[in-house]
T-cell receptor, first 111, second 115 residues
């Protein structure tokens, strides 16, 4: 069984600042992927970034980057130069065939 | 390029009634997933299909739930004899296995309220 833990229920940061969201996971799988999804208020889930567990290099997508520590089973998301549109629930997920999600972090960007 | 679509977006039903939801995946995607999301929680896996074959069902999926994907394109999720505990957002996602990227793309969801 897989578990994903997000220990920060809520976070807030000033616009243009950098924020890091934490995620830890546990899995018995050898092959798996890790994801961060964004769910804006009343809108659908959007894929932010993906990391293959067999790759040591951390994934980066524009202002979004991850810090993947496989031995520690840690997968944090860093958002640089935060924007008002980044306000959303952020879910960490782990899986290969199917995804296991954490409980989410509600991120608010303050103007 | 159209994304994943779901219909209806909202459904209010009385306890004991049957409801059916539809999901249309991204056209070239052969995998289709159903998840359930309750308030304040992340999505929970229910079941998934590869083409028309249902490959896995969660223990969360009681006998009152059934899902089909008859022609390997759209899928339906039916809940029989609905209960108040079935109130949730039902999310559909699709993925193209051939891409090797294993990225699931979600639809807007169907919000079910059982009164």
């Amino acid at each position: 069984a897989q578990t994903v833990t997000q220990s920060q229920p809520e976070m807030s940061v000033q616009e243009a600042e950098t924020v890091t969201l934490s995620c830890t996971y546990d899995t018995s799988e050898n092959n798996y992927y890790l994801f961060w999804y964004k769910q804006p208020p009343s809108r659908q889930m959007i894929l932010v970034i993906r990391q293959e567990a067999y790759k040591q290099q951390n994934a980066t997508e524009n202002r979004f980057s991850v810090n993947f520590q496989k031995a520690a089973k840690s997968f944090s998301l860093k958002i640089s130069d935060s924007q008002l549109g980044d306000t959303a629930m952020y879910f960490c997920a782990s899986g290969y065939e199917k995804l296991t999600f954490g409980t989410g972090t509600r991120l608010t960007i303050i103007p | 390029d159209t994304g994943v679509s779901q219909d209806p977006r909202h459904k209010i039903t009385k306890r004991g009634q049957n409801v059916t939801f539809r999901c249309d995946p991204i056209s070239e995607h052969n995998r289709l997933y159903w998840y359930r999301q309750t308030l304040g929680q992340g999505p929970e896996f229910l079941t998934y299909f590869q083409n028309e074959a249902q490959l896995e069902k969660s223990r969360l999926l009681s006998d009152r739930f059934s899902a089909e994907r008859p022609k390997g394109s759209f899928s339906t999720l039916e809940i029989q004899r609905t209960e108040q505990g079935d109130s949730a957002m039902y999310l559909c996602a699709s993925m193209g296995v051939g891409t090797g990227r294993y990225e699931q793309y979600f639809g807007p969801g169907t919000r079910l309220t059982v009164t």
